[in-house]
Nanobody, 126 residues
Framework: VQLVESGGGLVQAGGSLRLSCAASGRTPSSYAMGWFRQAPGKEREFVAAISRSGTITSHADSVKGRFTISRDNAKNTVYLQMSSLAPEDTAVYYC????????????????????WGQGTQVTVSS
């Protein structure tokens, strides 16, 4: 599975962005997907995850109520809608995928993911 993120950029605090992750290769709809982020000098951290069916989602406490993960299996694309952005959201955002044995499986641990995109930079100015 190949993953390509897009949609990052520079935004003012309080603004919104939507990240996209286009998947290609062997049956992307069979994969659970996730978004992670890594700020300079920090470890890569979990942001959100979604089951392969799209019916189950999970979000980190730090982004709950502000970010929403979704997917469109017809387009082989996963999205991360981000609103009320704050400077502490500044990071490189990565899309990740892993084969899911069931339609409801999802994963928050980065070690569960086998495939990663190259990342897209999100910078929030104060």
């Amino acid at each position: 599975v190949q993953l390509v993120e897009s949609g990052g950029g520079l935004v003012q605090a309080g603004g919104s962005l939507r990240l996209s992750c286009a998947a290609s290769g062997r049956t992307p709809s069979s994969y659970a997907m996730g978004w992670f982020r890594q700020a300079p000098g920090k470890e890569r951290e979990f942001v959100a995850a979604i089951s392969r069916s799209g019916t189950i989602t999970s979000h980190a406490d730090s982004v709950k109520g502000r970010f929403t993960i979704s997917r469109d299996n017809a387009k082989n694309t996963v999205y991360l809608q981000m609103s009320s952005l704050a400077p502490e959201d500044t990071a490189v955002y990565y899309c990740a995928a892993t084969f899911a044995p069931s339609g409801t499986a999802y994963y928050a641990g980065r070690d569960r993911y086998a495939y990663w995109g190259q990342g897209t930079q999100v910078t929030v100015s104060s």
